[in-house]
């Protein structure tokens, strides 16, 4: 038995379907069939023999390729899909029910239509869906999500520049824990180590196991040592043992730019240093002898 690599429409994630005899290429189009149904799908990867364990394992399998039918239909998926959304928005807001819409996504086949949404709380839709089934005419579903399955769905770029982890090739959220960016010597600003989800980052947890087992250490931030100011820059101690060779540099504010440009400016200075000598002076003539007697 073949197996190829496919990436399905909805949720745009490649996965391995038995294929059989079929003979695909790249980037061609198939109809697949899922656990939800009939499904558009591009070959990623050309068929290739497996053994009998991992043909067990997969319950997916290539249909037939796409025809010219197909695409027409494929082509209209994207339309229909944004008026089912729309209208299942007006009668949230109808009913003011307390959830958040996500995505909706059509089967091939349009025999089943599934709605995505977020709330805090249980929320009884029972009357949506009668009227979403009244006015599509198809198989609904709703289908409470996190907020990770939500970023996972809409997608985005991430604090590295890179397209969502989740929603570019992760297949199953992992367990993240503040541990690990403890561990790994990170900022524990919520801000910084959290995703577009809220969460935080799914990044944590690649390079944990090597910081746990000690085969990479975190960096350490440096402190200021005694007689250094403010903006000052060295190494320290074991850094200084690990690079004997190298030396301690001390980087100092610029001074700051005197006012010659405004005579104003340098006459209230001069008058206010005027003003704290006669002070100090006026305190050194009001001060009281010792009058204590002198002793033999």
């Not at 600003?189 to 990044?203: A, E, T, Y």
């Not at 820059?233 to 200084?240: A, F």
């Amino acid at each position: 038995m073949n197996i190829a690599r496919i990436r399905l429409r909805k949720p745009r994630r490649v996965l391995a379907f038995l294929c059989g005899d079929i003979v695909l290429r790249r980037d061609e189009p198939v109809i697949v069939e899922t656990d939800q149904g009939l499904e558009w799908g591009w070959c990623v990867l050309p068929p290739e023999p497996c053994s009998s364990e991992m043909e067990e394992k997969i319950s997916l399998r290539v249909v037939r390729k796409a025809t010219f039918p197909d695409e027409e239909s494929f082509h209209t998926l994207d339309s229909e899909e944004k008026k089912a959304l729309e209208l299942c928005r007006k009668r949230i807001e109808k009913r003011n029910l307390a959830m958040q819409l996500v995505d909706v996504q059509y089967t091939f086949d349009r025999h089943k239509v599934t709605f995505f949404f977020t709330a805090e709380n249980r929320v009884d839709f029972r009357e949506l869906v009668r009227d979403l089934a009244h006015e599509l005419h198809s198989r609904i579903e709703l289908r409470h999500i996190q907020v990770r399955d939500r970023s996972k769905l809409v997608g985005g770029l991430g604090t590295c520049g890179r397209p969502l982890c989740c929603a570019h090739w992760l297949e199953a959220f992992i367990p993240i824990s503040m541990r690990m960016a403890k561990c790994q010597n990170l900022s524990l600003n919520p801000g910084k180590i959290s995703g577009q989800c809220g969460r935080l980052l799914c990044c944590l947890h690649y390079e944990n196991e090597v910081y746990e087992r000690g085969d990479l250490k975190p960096a350490k931030i440096s402190h200021f040592h005694e007689g250094e100011e403010e903006g000052q820059v060295s190494l320290t101690d074991e850094e200084h043992e690990g690079r004997p060779n190298s030396k301690s540099f001390v980087v100092k504010p610029p001074p700051a730019p005197e006012n010659r440009d405004d005579p104003r400016k340098n006459v209230q200075a001069d008058a206010q240093k005027a003003g704290n000598a006669k002070k100090k002076h006026k305190k050194k003539r009001n001060k009281k002898p010792d009058r204590r007697p002198a002793t033999s």
